[in-house]
């Protein structure tokens, strides 16, 4: 996988610190230990009522010991949307803090499409980490998490949401129902601007919405878009800044003319090497 089109200056301001991430992190390493992330500290702690087997993050127990907020119907659905290297995982990581400082319970989901950090930790571009179970659906969630554990649970943020088909029941059922309040950060569009999974399908849900914008690879101004710089054409692509910039209107539509004469001009030369077979 080659990338077809590169920026025309280098981006130290923006540049990724792996060393913060430890891809070896396992599940007790996470668990019951504090961590420091960017100078917080996130308690990662199992409620003591019940016993879910995914890490619930919360900075006081004793919360854990207050009515459910499943009977109420005071949910809240908040979405932050916007390209890739936008802030989307950061301000979601930001949000869990809050709530975990306001004494409420905390679960972090992301999609197991998602295996670039591994499948324990929520991580941002910049190496910032959290805790968190991996999905294929969201609905296998309150089974899987344990039905008690959900029932104590008050905030649920969900990372990569593009990724889930069920998004939209799941927000639906978990805010009007169940009384949660669920953050969700996802693309609201694909390489090719179309509108990603059930992103955008949630927004008539929502309280609130948030659209990010990163900085343009090629002119540093706002970027909207995500450039794939690469030949493939699938929807679903998993990756990072090897495959995907982010682009201001303009150089999206330069990008995209750069990017698609490299694919013709790829396509054709595959087409000559088989006639010559
Ligand atoms: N082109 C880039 N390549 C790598 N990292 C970037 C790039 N642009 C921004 N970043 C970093 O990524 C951070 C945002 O990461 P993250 O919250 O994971 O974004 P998102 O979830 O929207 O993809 C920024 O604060 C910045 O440090
Ligand atoms: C634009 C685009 C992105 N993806 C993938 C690439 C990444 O794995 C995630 C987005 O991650 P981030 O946290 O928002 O940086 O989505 C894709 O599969 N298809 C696309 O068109
Ligand atoms: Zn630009």
């Known amino acids: 996988m080659k990338a077809l089109i590169a920026p025309p200056f280098s981006l130290t301001p923006m540049s990724l610190n792996l060393s913060k991430i430890s891809p070896l992190a396992s599940k007790s390493n996470l668990c019951n230990s504090t961590k420091n992330v960017q100078n917080l500290k996130f308690f990662c702690t199992k409620p003591i009522m019940a016993s879910p087997r995914f890490p619930v993050v ?29 802030g989307k995982t950061t301000t979601l990581l930001r949000s869990i803090q809050a709530e975990t400082e306001k004494g409420r319970s905390v679960a972090m989901i992301k999609s197991n499409k998602d295996t670039r950090y591994g499948l324990d930790s929520v991580v941002t571009h910049d190496g910032v980490k959290l805790p968190c179970c991996a999905l294929a659906s969201l609905s296998s969630f309150r089974q899987k998490f344990g039905p008690d554990a959900y029932d104590q649970l008050d905030v649920i943020g969900i990372d990569e949401a593009q990724f889930f088909e069920d998004l939209y029941d799941f927000c639906r059922e978990a805010a009007d129902h169940d009384g949660k309040t669920v953050i969700v950060a996802g693309l609201d569009g694909d390489y090719l601007r179309r509108s990603f999974g059930s992103v955008l399908d949630i927004i008539p849900l929502a309280d609130s919405v948030t659209k990010l914008t990163a900085r343009c690879e090629f002119c540093g101004k706002h970027a909207y878009f995500t450039l794939r710089k690469t030949e493939e054409t699938q929807t679903e692509l998993i990756g990072g800044s090897d495959i995907y910039m982010p682009v201001c209107r303009q150089h999206y539509v330069s990008g995209q003319v750069v990017v698609e004469a490299a694919r013709i001009v790829l396509e054709s030369q595959k087409a000559q090497c088989g006639s010559y077979l």
Request: a negative charge; aromatic letters at 6%; hydrophobic letters at 30%.
């Open 58 to 86: 919360s900075l006081q127990n004793r919360y854990l010991h207050t009515e459910p907020s499943s009977s109420s119907s005071s949910g809240e659905i908040h979405v932050i949307v916007g390209p890739m290297f936008a």
